[in-house]
């Protein structure tokens, strides 16, 4: 992806990006929740992880509180009922 040096200056400026198709794998239940955290805020789930992703790389909160309340809804109508510290002890199911 080309870089730019000026992202400051120019808020409203529109910078064309290159987006591709990635094969990633997740959690089944973690997916639905940020599908529908992606329908919540009328962003498609690309663009919710991208966010996601470039809050998480300048060390900056991913979501307000009112954000994390919808999350906490959310995770219990999908049976996520599981945090971070959990996943390190995942292995995959057989399909």
Do not use: C
């Amino acid at each position: 992806m080309e870089q730019h040096n000026d992202q400051t200056s120019g808020k409203n400026q529109k910078i064309k990006v290159e987006r591709v198709q990635t094969g990633i794998r997740m959690e089944k239940s973690m997916v639905k929740v940020l599908k529908a955290m992606a329908e919540y805020h009328d962003i498609s789930l690309g663009v919710l992880l991208e966010r996601i992703v470039l809050r998480a790389f300048e060390n900056k909160p991913v979501f307000n509180q009112e954000s994390l309340e919808k999350i906490k809804a959310i995770k219990e109508v999908y049976d996520m009922n599981y945090g971070l510290e959990i996943s390190h002890q995942w292995v995959d199911s057989e399909n």
